[in-house]
């Protein structure tokens, strides 16, 4: 069975993937999608935070074996999913089979104000301190989006808006989620999984030079789209779709070591 395993970010749950797990489906045609949520979010929105990675790691073991599950995985992970993605696979490099990192950034590859933009600052606290559930999804919407027009934006936003209502995530399992993500440091070797990096030009919530060093210091497989903003998959889901299954065949014809020239498919290739 070749599951995929799909790991969201700060504040978003499985609901948050839109048509993305779909999309995935149709480019990996033998595909199994899981899109478990983190404590804290979605069906696990009255559970604590963790406050560190490592327990989120040991969380989402638990829910997968749980559902009966069963290793290896490939874990495509956004954000700070993408640093649960690189403790797990340090951690248990048996029980994955690949990962795909999105728009993620970890020390000590990248600075505090490249992890989270320095202009983002102010309205981010403005929101901590002012609050209020509507002002919080039209922010994280303006950091995390740039597609659609006006009524495809406010049509997004009245669904986040529902999942928030029905799941809500707490100020306080923010705040650990936050805390988790600016401590965590990525371990000091290099996961022994083969990896893609998936970067977006247009990422106005974290500096696109987080992904673009991992993926130098790794040697990691790297690709950037254009535009797209710092959630990608809901930006560009079929760009990211394709990206994986180019590099899934990339990667199983590769009979020797890969090249740093970009492809015909775009996906940079590790040295």
Known sequence: MNTWVLLRGLMREQRHWGRFPGQLSEALADAVIVTPDLPGNGR???????????????????ELRARGVPAPYSLLALSLGGMVAVEWASRYPQEIARCVLINTSMRPYSRFHQRLRWQNYPSILKQLWQGGVENQERLILRLTSREGDATEREGLLKRWLGYQRECPVTRHN????????????????RPRVPLLVLSSVGDQL?????????ASAWQADHAVHPNAGHDL???AGEWVAQMVADWLILDGA???????T??????????
Do not use: I, K, M, Y
């Open 44 to 62: 696990h929105h009255a559970l604590p935070s963790a406050t560190t990675v490592a327990e989120t790691v040991e969380f989402c073991r638990a």
């Open 174 to 189: 923010a705040l650990r989620q936050l805390w988790s993500a600016a401590r965590f440091r990525a371990p000091p070797l």
């Open 206 to 214: 974290v500096d696109p030079r987080c992904s673009a060093n991992l």
């Open 233 to 235: 998959p809901l930006d």
């Open 254 to 260: 590769s009979g020797g070591p890969p090249v740093a």
């Open 262 to 271: 970009p492809g015909p498919t775009g996906v940079r290739r590790g040295r």
